[in-house]
């Protein structure tokens, strides 16, 4: 694909109710991240695949979110019994190298999802 | 805070002016590198510089990098209104590919018409 595309585009939930969020990398990319950004803040690392395996998730807020990279290409994000606080922008990256590359590829973000929980 | 702190907060400039912004990180980095995004947009990369770099030039854009303080600054020149955005930039501690980035809180700038 031209780049990395991210499903839907907003959402609303009412509070307690669970989600899932979508994640299309560029095609061939080993790495993907997801991150969080609130309003007016900068993003902030959830947790990261290589292929299929989560290397990464200490980023993770609470138990109630869940990613899974299950075929090492599409990614969902998943968050249980949703909060008010849980309201920001989920945004999903992805690279080319795998473990064991020098990290300085770049991370191509997509648009992300506005999550709003009411 | 995981982050790291960008300053000004916010920075309103005229067309064909300089707009710097500067950045503050808390760890050791193996580079750092400055994201630009519009309003309700993903992030777009702008320039990389690796921790054994001092400056580095693209276009219009000059950053720099001081280890010895944990700072760098990104310089836009002759600014243009479509680069009316926020700024971020984001450290990067580990050398393998997994490592996360570590971003910034933001700079936003407005540049006049």
């Known amino acids: 694909g031209a780049g990395v595309s991210q499903s839907p585009r907003y959402k609303v939930a009412k509070r307690g109710q669970d989600v899932a969020l979508r994640c299309d990398p560029i095609?061939?990319?080993?790495?993907l991240f997801w991150y969080q950004q609130a309003l007016g803040q900068g993003p902030e690392f959830l947790t990261y695949?290589?292929?299929?395996?989560?290397?990464?998730k200490s980023g993770l807020p609470s138990d109630r979110f869940f990613a899974e990279r299950p075929e090492g290409s599409v990614s969902t994000l998943k968050i249980q019994r949703t909060q008010q606080e849980d309201s920001a922008v989920y945004l999903c990256?992805?690279?080319?190298?795998?473990?064991?590359?020098?990290?300085?590829?770049?991370?191509?973000f997509g648009p992300g999802t506005r999550l709003t929980v009411l | 805070s995981q982050q790291g702190e960008e300053d000004p907060q916010a920075l309103s400039i005229q067309e064909g002016e300089n707009a710097t912004m500067n950045c503050s990180y808390k760890?050791?980095?193996?580079?750092l590198q400055w994201y630009r995004q519009n309003s309700g947009r993903g992030l777009v990369h702008l320039i990389l510089?690796?921790?054994?770099?001092r400056e580095k030039h693209s276009g219009r854009l000059r950053v720099t990098l001081d280890t010895s303080k944990k700072s760098s600054s990104l310089l836009i020149t002759a600014s243009r209104a479509a680069d009316t955005a926020s700024y971020f930039c984001?450290?990067?501690?580990?050398?393998?590919?997994?490592?996360?980035?570590?971003f910034g809180e933001g700079t936003q700038l407005t540049v006049n018409p």
């Open positions: 760890t050791s980095i193996n580079n």
């Open positions: 990256a992805s690279s080319f190298s795998g473990q064991g590359v020098v990290g300085t590829d770049e991370q191509f």
């Open positions: 510089i690796r921790s054994n770099e």
């Open positions: 984001a450290s990067r501690w580990g050398v393998t590919s997994g490592s996360r980035l570590t």
């Open positions: 095609s061939g990319h080993v790495s």
């Open positions: 695949f290589q292929n299929e395996a989560q290397l990464d």
